[in-house]
């Protein structure tokens, strides 16, 4: 989305600012070789899962390192570093260069494999004609044509996510809620974490994290827990939640809370696989990329980073499904929830 596009941009920005003077003894060379190194040498001392994506940095340097010289053109340059970052298949990590589509290294995300698989137009023919839509579709809910069965979708992580006590309050007699959280694009997980609590009726530990401190391979903080919080009156009835390959950062650990939780289930595709905090940094000739300082761990003390989490039952859409406006995982859900 455009929005987080910019705020990505400029929080960049504004952490590069601040931590230059540590990085650098003066400003970092504009020349191929150069930037190649300072990009190199950022991610070996700033990037987190390095083992949980099983990527060995240094003969990364070994195989690209001597495709680049004096001479290397801002094309070839470009190429080569693409093609180092694509080893990662990491749905935080992008190339953002002037003229240029962004480069993401996760391979389903770069290639848009699946992408049409899931249709917000398609969606809205299965409510009923009263349903409500957030700015910039941050928010599509509503009642289910023929069911009694109450639907949420939400396309990312943040204040959309206040909605969803005015949510409950209008659909709480109905049989049961889908949230679908495919194709959600991330955000800031403690939004969906602080307005859920009416959904829990105790505390639950969701992961854990730490964060990159130094510059070593394993300069770490402590982790840091994070848990759901009962909070208002109760909802005990059945939740689907439906994900697909696009569910990603945030909204991953938004799915990791709902999995602590015994009244849901999970519908879909696995997710993205991408689920630590990503930053921002700048190159010498003004090329932005971003990447990841966190590691995670889920409640069962296992890291799903480049796996992503699977669901508890498994749906695909089909291609030729959509185009007729059939979307068979919500279709689904809506039949276990009837």
Not at 31 to 38: G, V
Not at 235 to 256: F, W
Request: charged share 25%; net charge negative; with cysteine.
């Amino acid at each position: 989305m455009e929005i987080f596009r910019k705020i990505f941009i400029v929080a960049g920005m504004v952490i590069l600012l601040t931590a230059c003077e540590k990085m650098f003894i003066g400003p970092p060379k504009n020349n191929p070789e150069a930037i190649f190194e300072n990009l190199w040498k950022t991610f070996d001392e700033e990037y987190a899962p390095f083992d949980e994506r099983a990527v060995d940095w240094t003969a990364a340097y070994n195989n690209f390192r001597p495709l680049v010289n004096a001479n290397t053109t801002e094309d070839e340059l470009y190429d080569v570093l693409s093609q180092m970052l694509a080893i990662f298949d990491d749905g935080h990590i992008n190339l953002t260069t002037p003229n240029r589509q962004i480069f993401y290294s996760n391979k389903i995300k770069n290639e848009l494999i699946d992408n049409d698989l899931f249709n917000k137009e398609v969606i809205k023919t299965y409510l009923e004609s009263d349903f409500k839509v957030g700015d910039e579709e941050s928010y599509i809910y509503g009642k289910i044509k023929d069911a009694q069965v109450a639907y949420i979708y939400f396309d990312y992580v943040g204040d959309n996510f206040f909605v969803l006590n005015d949510f409950l309050n209008q659909y709480n007699q109905l049989n049961g809620l889908i949230v679908d959280l495919r194709h959600n694009q991330g955000g800031d997980f403690t939004y969906c974490f602080s307005e859920m609590g009416r959904l829990t009726n105790q505390s639950r530990y969701v992961f854990k994290s730490k964060t990159k401190n130094g510059k070593g391979r394993n300069d770490f903080t402590g982790w840091t827990e994070w848990y759901i919080h009962p909070k208002g009156e109760y909802y005990n009835k059945p939740i689907l939640i439906l994900t697909d390959r696009y569910t990603i950062s945030a909204g991953e650990r938004a799915v990791m809370a709902f999995m602590t939780l015994p009244n849901v289930t999970i519908v879909g595709d696995t997710t993205n696989g991408s689920q630590g905090t990503m930053i921002g940094r700048e190159l010498a000739n003004g090329w932005y990329y971003s990447l990841v300082t966190q590691k995670v761990e889920l409640f069962d003390g296992h890291s799903y980073e480049g796996k992503g989490l699977a669901p508890d039952i498994y749906k695909k859409n089909l291609p030729s499904e959509m185009e007729l406006g059939i979307d068979k995982t919500l279709q689904f859900a809506i039949d276990e929830l009837k």
